[in-house]
């Protein structure tokens, strides 16, 4: 009954862009931070960017300028625009939810916080 689904994942050439989504269901997402992680072959599990339960964001340096994170509280779901998508933004792409209510202007880019995981979903960048 607690389970975020993510979507939009797929092959893109580089340059081109895709919007991921999250959605929860079982639980309100407006009370969570939000963080959205990648994995890809060989290497270890990293924050891509997150949402605090009010709207605060962070994102990974690699990705900062052309990803960005929001969430539609109406909607029970957190979306990445990723933009200007390189080769080495190829990953399983992640997003998790920690409960918030008493952090409301932080979140973080580790997973350790986060109780809930989606399952993923792939995204290739390539020719």
């Known amino acids: 009954q607690l389970e975020l689904v993510e979507s939009?994942?797929?092959?893109v050439q580089p340059g081109g862009?895709?919007?991921?989504?999250?959605?929860?269901s079982g639980f309100t997402l407006n009370a969570y931070a939000i963080g959205w992680f990648r994995q890809a072959p060989g290497k270890e599990r990293e924050g891509v960017s997150c949402i605090s339960s009010i709207g605060y964001t962070k994102y990974a340096d690699s990705v900062k300028g052309r990803f960005t994170i929001s969430r539609d509280n109406a909607k029970n779901t957190v979306y990445l625009?990723?933009?200007?998508?390189?080769?080495e933004d190829t990953a399983?792409?992640?997003c998790a939810a920690f409960s918030a209510v008493t952090i409301q202007t932080m979140c973080f880019m580790v997973p350790g916080p986060y109780a809930n995981w989606g399952q993923g979903t792939q995204v290739t960048v390539s020719w």
Do not use: E, I
Request: with cysteine; charged share 10%.
């Open 81 to 87: 625009q990723m933009n200007s998508l390189k080769p």
């Open 92 to 94: 399983v792409y992640y």
């Open 17 to 24: 862009s895709l919007r991921l989504s999250c959605a929860a």
């Open 8 to 11: 939009g994942g797929g092959l």
